[in-house]
Nanobody, 120 residues
Framework: QVQLVESGGGLVQAGGSLRLSCAAS????????VAWFRQGPGKERERVAS????????SYADSVKDRFTISRDDAKNTVYLQMNSLKPEDTAVYYC?????????????WGQGTQVTVSS
């Protein structure tokens, strides 16, 4: 099993930036694909970005494309979400999730979430 802890959330003005971190422990993180999800008030959970185990393939939701960047540093067992040009609609609890290589498409491992609030 892998344990995930998010950090880096906070309050930022529209147009600002934040970098979220997802630190992993318990297993070799390089064998896991990782995704960032978010859930805003009154909204369904949305996957915003994902990165494969080797780091050479990423994907983004249309709502964050060209503004958010997912990356990983396996030496630090950490995945990052760089968020630029933030908008009030980006306000949400952000979660990272992981799944082992060749384990299917679901993400069984989740962090506790970190709040991001973007003021207008």
């Amino acid at each position: 099993q892998v344990q995930l802890v998010e950090s880096g959330g906070g309050l930022v003005q529209a147009g600002g930036s934040l970098r979220l971190s997802c630190a992993a422990s318990g297993q070799t993180f390089s064998r896991y694909a990782v995704a960032w999800f978010r859930q805003g008030p009154g909204k369904e959970r949305e996957r915003v970005a994902s990165i494969n185990w080797s780091g050479d393939s990423t994907s983004y939701a249309d709502s964050v494309k060209d503004r958010f960047t997912i990356s990983r540093d396996d030496a630090k067992n950490t995945v990052y979400l760089q968020m630029n040009s933030l908008k009030p609609e980006d306000t949400a609890v952000y979660y990272c999730a992981a799944r082992a290589v060749l384990s299917g498409t679901n993400y069984p491992y989740w962090g506790q979430g970190t709040q991001v609030t973007v003021s207008s």
